[in-house]
Each structure stands twice: as structure tokens, then as C-alpha cells.
């Protein structure tokens, strides 16, 4: 069974790091795109960046170019999101999932329990 698993999220200051993981399971990860995702109450949930599996290209939305980064480790079949000079809006649970390519809109599977963030002072 083809299972994603997030964790890493927290309580941060704004300004503070945070790094997520998108751990993978029944899968290897080295052969789908991956893409973050981030979901605030009352809001469709948006990607925020995404990996692909062909090229290894990626895509951040504007709103985290610069401050956040996706990286892959294949040895250990889980992708990662490096979360840099967080600011209170970026505050949301987040979700990984898979997707037949980075400019594609859908995902397979279904969402995962995602992690939680909260940039607060």
C-alpha cells in the first residue's frame, strides 16, 4: 500500500526554520514527482513547491520563492521541505503528495494526515 507520511512541523517564531518530511512507503520516490502543499481553514489547499522525478526539476509558488527550498534523498525514499525566514502566513497544515508531473494539478492518492505549522511570536 502506497503510503506518504508528513512530519516536522511545529511552532516556530517568524523569522525561525523549519524543516518537513514527506516520508514514503510502498513506493520509491526517485520515480514520481512529489509536491508540497499547504492548507489554511477556510482556503483551498495550494502547493507550495514540487520536485519532479524525471529531471529532477522543481517549482516554488511566489509566495515561498527564495525562503523555501525541496530537496529528494532517494537512499532514504523521502523528500523533503527546508522552510526558511517564516512568516505568520505561512502558517497552515502542510501535505506532500504525489503528482504524474510538477505542472499537473492533480494528485494520486488521497491527502495524508499533513503536519502542522504555526509561525507565531
Known amino acids: 500500500q502506497v503510503q506518504l507520511v508528513e512530519s516536522g512541523g511545529g511552532l516556530v517564531q517568524p523569522g525561525g526554520s523549519l524543516r518537513l518530511s514527506c516520508a514514503a512507503s510502498g513506493l520509491t520516490l526517485d520515480y514520481v514527482a512529489i509536491g508540497w502543499f499547504r492548507q489554511v481553514p477556510g482556503k483551498e489547499r495550494a502547493r507550495v513547491s514540487c520536485i519532479s522525478s524525471s529531471d529532477g526539476s522543481i517549482v516554488y509558488a511566489d509566495s515561498v520563492k527564495g525562503r523555501f527550498t525541496i530537496a529528494r534523498d532517494n537512499a532514504k525514499n523521502t523528500v523533503y521541505l527546508q522552510m526558511n525566514s517564516l512568516k505568520p502566513e505561512d502558517t497552515a497544515v502542510y501535505y506532500c503528495?504525489?503528482?504524474?508531473?510538477?505542472?499537473?494539478?492533480?494528485?494520486?492518492?488521497?491527502w495524508g494526515q499533513g503536519t502542522q505549522v504555526t509561525v507565531s511570536s
Open positions: 503528495a504525489r503528482q504524474p508531473r510538477c505542472g499537473a494539478t492533480i494528485i494520486f492518492g488521497s
